[in-house]
T-cell receptor, first 116, second 117 residues
Framework: NAGVTQTPKFQVLKTGQSMTLQCAQDMNHEYMSWYRQDPGMGLRLIHYSVGAGITDQGEVPNGYNVSRSTTEDFPLRLLSAAPSQTSVYFC???????????????FGNGTRLTVT | AQTVTQSQPEMSVQEAETVTLSCTYDTSESDYYLFWYKQPPSRQMILVIRQEAYKQQNATENRFSVNFQKAAKSFSLKISDSQLGDAAMYFCAYRAISSGSARQLTFGSGTQLTVLP
């Protein structure tokens, strides 16, 4: 059982470059999300999705795009990378709350992104 | 908006001793869930324990237990018989049940726990 798979594990970009962080889960979770982790700030929600074709913004959405064409995949796109987007990114998924209100988030192993 | 505060950026404990990590939160909701996650140097996020706000009984998972004080909006984590493998960053997190925000986790800033041999 793979759980939540994130790729790549590490990435270095130059300012202005674009890239996509991949996230896939094999647990048939309706809910998927992207967080960024910065020192002293915990994890902050970027975007989330409650099902295929449905996405919404979190706390820090600017500079990021997402789409959800399948239940399994939830890629995060950086259209024009900026040094402020240097961070560790986590994808996480869970059952939707109607199924289990205390359904915990299952996290991927993170992507460390550096923008120079 | 909900906020979660962890006022101890760093803590240390002697191996086999007990340590308590603090967490407070601010919410106007009556029903919600609280979680503690552990992040070792591997960067993996691991669920340690969860607490339903409507339950008065404090959750326990082996050496990990919580002290949930709903009126005070406090949710501390107690680690008993600390082991070297407990060394990690610990995050407190809040999840509302009401529609619209129920799927989002709000995290505290974390407490870095060091276990001394």
């Amino acid at each position: 059982n793979a759980g939540v798979t994130q790729t790549p594990k590490f990435q270095v970009l130059k300012t202005g470059q674009s890239m996509t962080l991949q996230c896939a889960q094999d647990m048939n979770h309706e809910y998927m999300s992207w967080y960024r982790q910065d020192p002293g700030m915990g994890l902050r929600l970027i975007h989330y999705s409650v099902g295929a074709g449905i996405t919404d913004q979190g706390e820090v959405p600017n500079g990021y795009n997402v789409s959800r064409s399948t239940t399994e995949d939830f890629p995060l796109r950086l259209l024009s990378a900026a040094p402020s987007q240097t961070s560790v990114y986590f994808c996480a998924s869970s059952y939707s709350t109607w199924r289990s209100y205390n359904s915990p988030l299952h996290f991927g192993n993170g992507t460390r992104l550096t923008v120079t | 908006a909900q906020t979660v505060t962890q006022s101890q950026p760093e803590m240390s404990v002697q191996e086999a001793e007990t340590v308590t990590l603090s967490c407070t939160y601010d919410t106007s909701e009556s029903d919600y869930y609280l979680f503690w996650y552990k992040q070792p140097p591997s960067r993996q996020m691991i669920l340690v324990i969860r607490q339903e706000a409507y339950k008065q009984q404090n959750a326990t998972e082996n050496r990990f237990s919580v002290n949930f004080q709903k009126a005070a909006k406090s949710f501390s984590l107690k680690i008993s018989d600390s082991q070297l493998g407990d060394a990690a960053m610990y995050f407190c997190a809040y999840r509302a049940i009401s529609s619209g925000s129920a799927r989002q986790l709000t995290f505290g800033s974390g407490t870095q726990l060091t276990v001394l041999p």
